[in-house]
């Protein structure tokens, strides 16, 4: 019995290695790379044009952020929420999550960040697009928006900087939902997107990893009840204090990002 369960395990190894192998060399292999990169190129393309195209979009979304702490240990901040844009300058979304229940409401002219928990709030004022605001939250406030290259007009363009390989992996399912797994190496990140099939080519999950930090971490969105057009409830882009929140410098408003302020580099242990 024990020589039969050595020579199973043995086979069994046998055959892993063996498609760990072929896993390998499939993926490496020059052969009909250029086939493969122009299916992902035609599948992110028709993506990016979908989108271009909804003038009105609402989904909900999980999200998990991972740190490296100093003794190399990953850790994942998961949190949830929502999101509703009105093309070009309407937007709201919600983030609640271990740490933070958060809201931002921008009405073409006004983008206003409430934390819910702290009851304090933001206001900048920044006439214009959503992209536009995206730009500006990112480069004069350091607030990038995890993920905000799937709400740019232009989301092939995004994607594609710096993009030195991309690959067509074939299908997966997230959710329950068929996709176009595709997957792509750029000069600081890899990042991978599910595509779902059919004549709704929405992102059903976005992972980018980047390659600059010790442990390599990932950020990962997930997307579901995707709507567009008619499907889109009405909802209110304006921001009303009905709970008397106390104004403060938006660069000072504390917990409002994905990395709460004990996890940041000097934070509290």
């Known amino acids: ?6 020579t199973l395990m043995k ?3 046998v055959s892993l290695a063996a498609a760990v192998l072929a896993l390998t060399v499939g993926l490496g292999m020059p052969s009909g790379a250029g086939a493969d990169e122009a299916d992902a190129k035609r599948l992110l393309k028709a993506m990016s044009d979908y989108l271009a195209a909804q003038k009105a979009i609402s989904f909900v979304y999980d999200t998990n952020f991972e740190i490296v702490t100093g ?3 990953k850790l994942a901040l998961a949190s949830s929420g929502t999101l509703t844009v009105n093309q070009p300058d309407k937007l709201r979304a919600t983030r609640t999550g271990g740490f ?5 409401v921008f009405d073409g002219k006004t983008m206003t960040l409430f934390g819910k928990t702290a009851n304090l709030y933001g206001q900048i004022e920044v006439p214009g697009t959503v992209e536009h605001l995206i730009d500006e939250l ?16 232009n989301v092939y ?11 067509d992996l074939g299908s997966g399912v997230i959710g329950g ?5 595709l997957a792509a190496r750029a000069n600081d990140v890899d990042w991978q997107i599910w595509i779902a099939h059919g004549d709704r080519p929405y992102p059903c999950r976005y992972v980018i990893t980047t390659k600059l930090l010790t442990g390599s971490p990932q950020y ?11 499907e889109v409830a009405a909802v209110d882009f304006g921001f009303k204090n009905s709970t008397d929140a106390k104004k403060m410098d938006l660069k000072d408003l504390p917990d409002t990002d994905e990395l709460p302020s004990i996890f940041a580099v000097g934070g509290a242990k």
């Open 1 to 6: 019995m024990k020589k039969m369960t050595r």
């Open 11 to 13: 086979s069994a190894a």
């Open 71 to 73: 003794d190399l240990q």
């Open 100 to 104: 933070a229940d958060v809201e931002m």
């Open 138 to 153: 990112r480069e004069k406030y350091d607030r990038p928006l995890p993920g905000a290259d799937l709400l740019a007009s």
């Open 157 to 167: 363009d995004a994607l594609m900087e710096s993009v030195v390989d991309l690959k």
């Open 177 to 181: 939902v068929e996709c176009d797994h």
């Open 220 to 230: 990962s969105l997930s997307i579901t009840d995707w709507k567009t057009g008619a």
